[in-house]
Every structure is written in C-alpha cells, then in structure tokens.
DNA sequence: GATGAATGAGTATTCATTCAT
DNA sequence: GATGAATGAATACTCATTCAT
C-alpha cells in the first residue's frame, strides 16, 4: 500500500547554474562514474537522449537506477557531461594534428600547404567517424539548452582557434584575406560534409566526394 | 464499453506507404489544414517535434486537437508533411533561381560564372532562412524515420542535379573534374555555413562569413 | 524532447507469445502484483474491461499508475492474468470435487450417480459464483483476443475431460452413449443455467432451478 | 477557426426514460431508418457496440453522420432498437414453430413429444444462427444497462412462456413436474449449447452434440 | 553505498455528438 | 433535410526521479 511521493515533470529547462556533483575521488567511485558516461554516451548516439531512458542507461552500465543518480543529479547532467567529453576528445584531436603539422613545417622548412590542408580535410573525417550520431543529438540539444549551447561554443571556439593558429602559420603561402571567417568557413564546410558521409555511408563515393572537397579547400586556401 | 486507448511505441520505423490523409476538396477543410501545418511548422521548428505536443499545435492553429486528427492520421505524419512542403519550397527557390542564372546567360551571351556562385551562397541563405531552425529538427528526423529519410533523399536529389545542371552549362568556365562529387561538396558546404550563421545570427559578422564562402566557391570552381 | 506516445489500436489479435513480466520474486512486490490483480479482478467483473480504467484499477489496488505498469505490460495483459488465474480457481474446484466423488466410490463400494450429478449440478455453482460476472466479460474478451481464447480453451478441455473422467468411472452406471459429447453437453447446460441464476438472483427460485437441473441431468445420464 | 460548441462524454449509463424518437411515417425516411438499422446490426455483431464506430455506421449505411442523428437520438438507443428487433425476431421464430407444433398435434391427434423437442433443440439453433455474434453483445449489454435489461426480459419471459405453452399442450405425455423452471431450464440450457457450437463452429462435431443434445431433452421431458 | 519499487504529471489519440452551412 | 467539420473529455501508457529498505 505504501504510497511514496514521488516526484515528476521534466527537467527544468534554461538553467545555467547546474550543481554538477563534484567528481569523485574515491577510486571505485569514479570507475563507476566511468562506466556509467560510457553507457550513456553509447546510448545518447544510437537512440537519442530521449530514448535513452534512465532505466536502460542503468541496465547498460550494470548499475541500479540508484546508482546513477548518485553520480549526476538529472538525466540532463549526464548529456552534458557527455558533450562536454566528446568536443574536448574531438579537440584534443584537432589540436595535436595541428601541433605536429607545424612542428613538421618548423623541423623540414617545407611548406606543405596541400599536406596540412589535405590531413584537415580526411583526418578530422577519422576523429569524427566514433560518435557521428552523437553530433546530430547534440546539435539538437544545443538549440535547446542554453548550457550545452555555452559548452558547444566553447569547443567550437577553440577548434576555430587551431584553425586560425595553422592558417596563421602558413600565412605567407596562403592567399586568404580574413583568417578568422575562412577559419569559420572552413571549419563548418568539413563539419557538414562528414555528416552528409556518414549519413550516406556506402551510398557514395566517399574517395571522390573528400578528394574534391580537400580540392577545394586547397584552391581557395592555397597560393 | 469505453473506448480503449493504447500506444504505438516510437516512430514507426518501417512504413512507406503512408496512408496520407487525402488533401480535402472542401474549401473550408482545405483552410483549416493549412492553418494546422502552418501552426505545426512554426511550433515543430520552434521547440522541435517531441515538444511541440498535439494540444500546442491545436491551440495554435486555433482549432481543437479533434480537428488535427480529422485532418491527418498522426503526429509524426504532420511533421513527414511538414518537411515535404518545406524541402519543395527550398527546391522551388533554387531551381527557379538557376532557371534564372541559366537564362540570363543565354540572352547576355556571357559566362558570369562568379555572379552565379555569388548566388548561391547568397541566395541560397535567403531561401533558408525562413526554415532555418526546422532543420536541425528535419536532420534528426530523418536519422529515426524510414519515410523521412526518403522524402529527404529525393528533394535532396533534385537540388543536386539542380546544382549540376547549372554547372554543366558553366562547363566551359569552370575547372572542377568531377561535377557530381563537387555539386555534393558545394551543396553540403552551403548548407552548414548557412545553418552556422542561423545559429550565431548577431554574434558573427555574416557579410564576413558570406563573401569569404563565395570566395573559396568561386575559387574552387572558376577556372 | 519530451516523450512521445502513441496509440495502439484495439486488443491486438495476433500475439500467442505475450511478453508477460515475470512473476516477481520479491516478497513486496509480489505482494503489490496480487493486491493489483485482485483490484483488476473486481473491476473487470464490476464493470467490464472497458469500463475499468487503469487508473481506477490503481486507486482500487491502493498504488499509482506507474506501479501497475512496472507489473504488467499493459491492460488486456492484467486482463488475460486474471482470466488464467479465475479459470484454474475453477478448474480446480472441479477437479477436487471430482476426485472426491471417485474417492467415496472406491470407498463406499456404491454407485451413487444421482449423488455424482447432484454435485456437479449444485457444487458447481457454488464454485462459480463468486465471479459470476467476470464469466460474461470473460467471454467477450474471447472472441476478440486470440490468446484469451487459447487459454480458455485450454481450461475448458481440460474442466471437460474431468467431466468424461468422472463419467467414466460411472460407466457402467450410465447410459449415454457418446460420452465426449455428453460431457460437452453438460458443460455447457451446466454454465449458462449458473449464469441465469446469477443474473436472476433473487426473481427466480433459485431451488426449484437448479433441482429441475439436477433432474434433467439425472434422467439423462443414469440408467 | 470557427468554434463550435462540441459534445462529449460518454451516453448516460441508467436511465430508463429514452426520449425515442418517434418511428418515421414518411416512406422515405422509413426507408432511412431501415438502412441505418440494418448497418448498425451488422457492425455491431460483426465488431461489437464499441468498436462500432458511428462513423462506420454512417459510412456502410450509406448516409452521413447527421442524418443518423437525425433519426436516432443516439449510439445507445441504436443499439437498444437492434436489440428489440432481434429478439422479436427470434421470438417469433419460436412463436411461428410452437403454433405449427401445436396445430399438427391437432391435426393428426399424434402426440409426438420426441418431434416437439428435436425441433426445439434444432429449429432453435438455426433461427439463432445469423446473428450468433450479436448475441454476445447483446449480453454484455445487458449487464451494463438497465433498459437492455428491461428489453430482454420482456423478450424472455414471453419465450419462457411459448415453451411453457407448448409443454403445457404436452402435459400427459410429459413427466416434469415444474413446467416453469423445466421451461427455464431448457431454455437456458438450449441457449449456451447453441452458443458453443457457433463459437466452436468447425472444430466440434456439431451434429454429434446437437443429437445428444436432443437426447438429454427428450429423456428428460418424455415420459 | 546500493537497490529497485513506487510515483504521477504528461502525451498521443479516439469518438460520440453538435450545429453552421 | 442532409452534410460533415469541429469539439473536447476521456484513456492507455511512459519515464525521470525519489526514498524506504
């Protein structure tokens, strides 16, 4: 008979100011807390946020519902933190490739141009290709949520910045008048594409469509 | 002796043959449909097609939930008729914009190849911008949705081939090898760098962002 | 983003292989899962399938919505459950009554069919008569719900072959000659007469009924 | 955007004071009527009370929804107006053949019990089989609805009567004691033998079951 | 710390009935 | 007299979240 209260509604949905539960210290602690974002992140890119009920998250990771709200306060929280990880990991990515292309400029003394631009072109394909559904969930939840809009812009930001950092480093065999909007130009142009591939996989010429895409990258960046 | 609700879990997935609700002869009929997906479309690329509940859409459109569904069988088949509309919409803008370009060469007798990419990039976003939030929601859609994924893949198509007509008879003034696979790259890269200067309309210097787009166009394509 | 619901359509006709939820191990919860079935039990009888809202079963069994739907997996489930569970009640009533009847005969060394044909025609009423109204409903559901059918059908075959047992055993008593048929025969006579009775309590003579029953059994079946 | 009023709700449960309307004495609208009757009587039996949708009503009659309500006040009293009419029906089938068993009883002097029976065992069956499915319904109903109720007791009690009327000429060839209840009895006992048989049309062997049914009727009524 | 039973507001959809045209 | 567009209360079912054990 025992009635409990019960609580409900969706989650509140502006809100800047999450209480994120600190990350845990304790060693099991944060391995659970591991286990459970891999879950969720697995999840959030094959069925959705909404479809990825708490229930199945908890079953996924091998924990009781009880367990997962004593990792994050909300379902939301979970997403966030998700994002987050994700646009940091895809980042990391851009930002070691982008280390190495201009170490390699410092080291050989060659402009390699075409190089750099090719690996921007067919290597942000790769970092992409792991969580490609994801992308689409969280551009979704970015138009919604005013926090994942903030931590999007963020990442967003500094992956523009790598950008500009490599075009400003082959500025004088670059032919581009304003860095930062062919930055932004750039960096959307490949975004989209990658989704169209991914979306399209095995129903196009994958080879032709990037090879012509780091064409033209290369003949409007390249002198 | 009451009647009997149930579910239907998701959308459906497998269904092509939608049993579309025949378009009404009647005038007044004919006026409250349109009202109806006038109020969906705002409210569905308002806050996205979960959130925009049937009772949202009726209070909107001015009629009562019962009319939604004398007029279609369900939700989800609202939104499919939605995005129909919409994508022949856009198709109409950019096929009659290249019928345009394609003319004035015609008449002039002069191979404008920059003012026709200048076009594309540009009015291409005019086309857009009424639309320009329904597509993320559009995207997601077609990502869980058999019938969407193939209403899209058709306008999808004919903008494509849209793309190569015009660039084929610019054939002789431009120095792309493969038409098909650019026309994808230029339609996709369009198509971000739009939804891009949608999103952060304010905050980024669209005109900046526009012309350096036309610039890697016209680079890339003209010889 | 919020969640999506959907419609199901009527009693689904096909499925023979119902998901059911399994019997619960918990103490509590099984508690909770017979306190709901008792609950759906009465309701039905009351006042039908239809009538009987889940939200009625659930104030009814002292719990929310939710908790019945963490129980069965939808309405017709409780339904076919409590359908299952009130025929083996029944069948087991025959079954006891049975045994005993062919126990004293063993015993007694007497044929006492007329004794044996009393019972049936008395004892079985009393058997039916706490969920005499739940017969009717019962029999509805059956002809619109394939598996409510094929569990009735499984009780009935089996309340028929105590019936030819127990004829049997009093074979040499009894003159009907085709036994199967009889047993059908009586069956049957024997449920509507209750059902009459049931309905008519009160405005008919209840003694009278059933003796003139009990009579017509007898002069049929016993030499 | 036109509001109308709208009614919902579903029929008042009780009430025994419907405000019939008047049977029509134009030809045409008699003709209306007709129709509408006969398509509810199919629907109703073929998929139930609930399941028959007014809409389907109107759609198979051939006329629209208003003018069903133009000659009915409402579902409930369709129903009820079914009901009547197929219980006169079978009434009379019952009536006509007692008058033919009696008369020939007069005309030829021969008291042939065993022949009155068979035909009742029989003749009963086939005048119940066109509409065996309504039967079911019309039960349901019964049990929900006072004046359904009402109606079919009417119905009842003057079958009781025939079949008591024609036990009565039968009186010195019969050994019952209490006509009344052997009348219920048969009746009733008649009615669910009839009813298995429909439900189990093709599976059982009808005649063995009808011919043993006659069997228990006539060792229990003929001297 | 972990568990999972319980909660209940929220959502899509149906259908008898009304009434303006 | 007929039509059928419009109404809206009613209903099954979901799932984020709580909290007693």
Do not use: C
């Not at 290597?123 to 792991?130: D, S, V």
Request: proline share 2%.
């Amino acid at each position: 008979m025992a009635k409990q209260t019960g609580r409900s509604g969706r989650f509140a949905r502006g809100g800047a100011n999450r209480p994120r539960i600190k990350e845990p210290i304790q060693k099991r602690s944060r391995e659970t807390r591991r286990k459970i974002l891999d879950a969720a992140a697995d999840l959030f890119s094959e069925m959705g946020f909404d479809r990825a009920t708490t229930t199945l998250i908890a079953k996924r990771a091998g924990f009781s519902i009880g367990s997962i709200y004593a990792h994050f306060p909300n379902k939301r929280d979970m997403f966030l933190t998700v994002l987050d990880e994700y646009l940091e990991r895809t980042f990391s990515y851009l930002r070691v490739g982008i280390d190495r292309l201009i170490a390699q400029k410092h080291e050989s003394g060659i402009d390699d141009v075409a190089g750099a631009i090719e690996w921007l072109a067919v290597g942000l394909h790769e970092a992409n290709k792991p969580n490609a559904k994801l992308n689409w969930e969280m551009f979704r939840f970015i138009l919604m949520d005013e926090e994942a809009d903030a931590i999007h812009a963020r990442w967003e930001q500094k992956e523009n910045a790598e950008i500009v950092r490599l075009m400003t480093v082959f500025k004088d065999r670059i032919k581009v008048r304003d860095i930062e909007a062919a930055a932004i130009v750039i960096h959307r142009a490949t975004h989209e594409v990658f989704q169209y591939l991914t979306k399209n996989k095995g129903e196009v010429d994958e080879q032709a469509v990037l090879s012509e895409f780091a064409a033209m990258l290369k003949s409007y960046v390249a002198k």
